[in-house]
């Protein structure tokens, strides 16, 4: 019975104390108050209307899309360059340490 009377004893602590700390969300009021820009976005993606994804892609629409792609580009064809030159130095065997 020291157990039950203990963990009511506990309750009604916890009852009491909770509402006096309360969170005001200082920390992290920037993450959780931003403003909804989604129908601004909505607009851009859905310049020139429907059905002209050849000439006009979604993925190009925005500003900084270009960077954006120039950068994985450039990434992409680094690397197929990386990888052509290990092939040539395996089929060759040059650069191999000695």
Known sequence: NKATMFALATRQAVRTVAPIRQQKRGL???MVNYPDRVMEMKKIQQAGGTCQGEYNPTWLKQPG?????IFGAGLVGYGAILSCVGYYRLATGKGKKE
């Not at 899309?65 to 792609?69: A, S």
């Open 28 to 30: 992290v009021n920037w």
């Open 65 to 69: 899309d270009n960077l954006t792609l």
